[in-house]
């Protein structure tokens, strides 16, 4: 069993900065890729961004220049810092990761708002 445990959400201000964090535990060998997505009410989950094992990465369009995701393989973490935040970033959060089938974190919500 694998368990993720999200931490870092919350609300903001418009232009602001958040930094979330996704921790794994359990019976874990190898960790593929990481990644987060994110649904805002109303809408459909989307995929935010994601790195493999090797550090690619990739972004959605919205988030480009904006977002960072980062890993700690040591820690079997990983991190997304978001700067120059807008209302349209509000959502909740969802960390995933690969360890042969694919987990979900709990969730955790951002707001943006003045």
């Known amino acids: 069993q694998v368990q993720l445990v999200e931490s870092g959400g919350g609300l903001v201000q418009p232009g602001g900065s958040l930094r979330l964090s996704c921790a794994a535990s359990g019976t874990i060998l190898s960790i593929n890729a990481m990644g987060w997505y994110r649904q805002a009410p109303g809408k459909q989950r989307e995929l935010v961004t994601r790195i493999t094992s090797d550090g690619t990465t990739d972004y959605g369009g919205s988030v480009k220049g904006r977002f960072t995701i980062s890993r700690d393989n040591a820690k079997n973490t990983v991190y997304l810092q978001m700067n120059s935040l807008k209302p349209e970033d509000t959502a909740v959060y969802y960390c995933?990761?690969?360890?042969?089938?694919?987990?979900w974190g709990q969730g955790t919500q951002v707001t943006v708002a003045s």
């Open positions: 995933v990761v690969v360890i042969g089938a694919l987990y």
